[in-house]
């Protein structure tokens, strides 16, 4: 790891690992413009209705309202994948990681799925357990929700920028909590590892990361510097989440 100004490097302070699991399906269905979708479609709402019913401890459908500063692009074109602009996600929450292997062999995933798939350019579903966290995500609130697609050719560097960088939201948004999910093996390989958390309000961060210099001279710089791309989206979540 190459640390980038280790005067301004905390580390997070973090909970044990939980035994959740997690299933994600994440399209891109609308459009963008710039840092802001353009069109919302209808999908949100169809893959509300076709999750009722799974049998997920939790389920939490979300829809994107801001694309913000991220870093890597030139990575993601040079490794030949596409850019995280998915503005639909459904996550499910389940008690094990094989409970949530488990429900994506079921007839109710497979039916959300297609939906998602039949309504959109492109999806991405992966199974994931939670290698670190911050606090656990409550969906109840109408909160601001992150989602940050990470990309890096090794994926320990990853894990260890990402502790120093989820320190510095913690120290400079009062970052309440963050669920860092990992792909299992054989699950795809966009992306090493999805940061979920959220904050109370889009004001509570956003001026961070468009006017504080330590955004961009530590956080994006250090993804520079150890080969990240960093993709994150805010969204917001549609009703309230079902469990």
Known sequence: ????????????RL?????DGFLMLAAEAGRWRGYLPSAHTTLAGRLHEA???????EVTVFRAILRAPGEGDELLTARGLHPARYDVVVLLRTATVDDALELRESAA??????????????THEVVASNVARLGDVDHGPDHAFL???????????????????????????SLPNSALMRPLDGEPADYGIINHAS?????AF?????????????VLANFKANGIAAQPIIYRRLRRATR
């Open 1 to 12: 790891m190459n640390l980038i100004r280790d005067d301004l490097a905390v580390k997070a």
């Open 15 to 19: 909970l044990p690992a939980a035994d």
């Open 51 to 57: 999750a009722t019913g799974i049998g997920a401890r």
């Open 109 to 122: 995933y497979r039916k959300l799925a297609e939906t998602a798939r039949a309504a959109s350019r492109r």
């Open 147 to 173: 989602f940050n697609y990470f990309y890096a050719d090794d994926r320990d560097t990853l894990l260890k920028v990402w502790e120093y960088t989820a320190g510095w939201f913690q120290a400079k948004t």
């Open 199 to 203: 904050w109370p309000t889009v004001r």
């Open 206 to 218: 956003l001026p961070s990361l468009l006017f504080r210099p330590g955004f961009r001279g530590f």
